[in-house]
């Protein structure tokens, strides 16, 4: 079967280029998102999120007529949903009221021989779950989870697994898990993604989907939560601790990620936590990472006020408020402009709202931070900062801090949470 018009639910950093892709495939494909604004912006050809060359393909997939947004479903062959899957609450318990309201919205449009595809990362059983809504508003039709082999729908999970900054390679060339609900659910989701994927499309069924993609994310949580702990270990043993990694990586079977001033984004922080609600009493490592990783702002914040009192001993005629506080990077990884959980920015608005010192921030990827963080701090410029800042703070390491000289920072106290200077 080929497909003529597909439905992308969902148009943000992974649905947007997703749809993009598949409509740079000559499919017809029709976009919905909730934000009217986005919409907009695509149907004039733009994006609205950063994501190197998306910009291109959106134009051409728009000019060319193969891509159009719009903020209500309309019929289509497949439906992919790409919808955020957030936690909520204090114990992490995973809301899927955007997958429900997703389903909601295209089950008036759906018909026979569809295809339902739920792309969002999501705890074991969403997909489930997704197909229960979907068959309680279309009692007429028949589901998988009913119907088996025979039914009207079929329902798979496909999760995306691309990297933020190369998301459009990655789309295209990595690997992707097919996790249908039956054996035709996998093979109707294998035809589609293979108009665009070039990796191998591995078939399995909807659990082991779900529980492949948090495993992924789930396991570099846990890495980073051991190079964190290491990073905390050696500051109390006077050891540094990039020398000490770079050691232990040349043993042929270690290989230790990098500490840093916390995890931050919208996947790796988010998704063991939907491990942990589905087994809470054995997640336990799962889970105690995701508690290291967490603390690690804190521990930043922690160094920060300690250098402050160092200083206030050993240069007596200054007082707190005339020690000035230099935060490098912002967001929640190098190079990009997302803020999004980012520790980084976490631990700069912690130093802002509750230290006396004047704190300075430089983020050279964005051009003004949003309104409700403005008003606690203000972006200078690198030059700036650094002439001024008796402490820099390096939270995040973008190409352009790893060129400060030595001699620039020569006299003040330097805390590398991500040992760019190492
Ligand atoms: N980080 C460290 N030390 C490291 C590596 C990363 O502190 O050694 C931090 C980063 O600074 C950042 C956070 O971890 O704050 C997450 O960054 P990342 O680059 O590890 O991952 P993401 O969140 O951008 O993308 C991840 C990817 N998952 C894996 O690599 C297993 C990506 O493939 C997924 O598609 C994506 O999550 C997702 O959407 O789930």
Redesign the pocket.
Known sequence: MQFKTISMIGLGY?GLPTAAVFASRKIKVIGVDVNQKAVDTINRGEIHIVEPDLDMVVHAAVKEGYLRATTKPEPAEAFLIAVPTPFKGENHEPDLRYIESAAKAIAPVLAKGNLVILES?SPVGATEQMAEWLAEARPDLTFPQTHGEESDIRIAHCP?????GHVLRELVRNDRIIGGMTAKCSQLACTLYKSFVEGECVVTNARTAEMC?LT??S??DVN?AF?NELSMICDKLDINVWELIKLANRHPRVNI????P????H??AV?PWFIVSNTPEVARLVRMARVVNDSKPQWVVDKVKCAIADILVSEPQKSIVDVTVACLGLT??PDIDDLRES?ALAIAKDLSEKLASRVLVVEPNITALPEKISEHMGLVDLDFALAKADIVLLLVDHAGFKSVSAARVQGKTVIDTRGLWA
Request: hydrophobic share 35%.
């Open positions: 992974i990362t995306e697994r691309v990297l933020p993609k992924e994310n396991f570099r980073i190079a990620l990098q500490p840093g916390g995890v931050g984004g996947c790796i998704d929640f990884k520790p």
